[in-house]
Nanobody
Framework: QVRLVESGGGLVQAGGSLRLSCAASGRTATSYTMGWFRQAPGKEREFVGAISWTGASTYYADSVKGRFTISSDNIKNTMYLQMNSLKPEDTAVYYC??????????????????WGKGTLVIVSS
């Protein structure tokens, strides 16, 4: 079992920055691909980005490419999502996810094994 706990959400003005963290505990020795998803009010959950278990490769949704950056610290078992140039449409609950899927297939949330409970990000205009 893997436990994922997100933190760092909050209220920020448009154009501002925020960094989310996802701390993993439990069976973290396995080579999991880690990812971020988000769910805006009234919308379905969508893929934001993912990082390979080595941290060497990342992949992003077009809507956040160039603004968001995912990184990881395998010693701390923590993944980060640095969000810059935030827009009101980035307002959502952000979820951390982990699975043995490949980086590219992580874009599809179907079958993702582990999820955090989410952290709320509100971007005001």
């Amino acid at each position: 079992q893997v436990r994922l706990v997100e933190s760092g959400g909050g209220l920020v003005q448009a154009g501002g920055s925020l960094r989310l963290s996802c701390a993993a505990s439990g069976r973290t020795a396995t080579s999991y691909t880690m990812g971020w998803f988000r769910q805006a009010p009234g919308k379905e959950r969508e893929f934001v980005g993912a990082i390979s278990w080595t941290g060497a490769s990342t992949y992003y949704a077009d809507s956040v490419k160039g603004r968001f950056t995912i990184s990881s610290d395998n010693i701390k078992n923590t993944m980060y999502l640095q969000m810059n140039s935030l827009k009101p449409e980035d307002t959502a609950v952000y979820y951390c996810a982990a699975d043995v899927k490949s980086l590219m297939t992580m874009t599809n949330e179907d079958g993702v094994q582990y999820w955090g409970k989410g952290t709320l990000v509100i971007v005001s205009s």
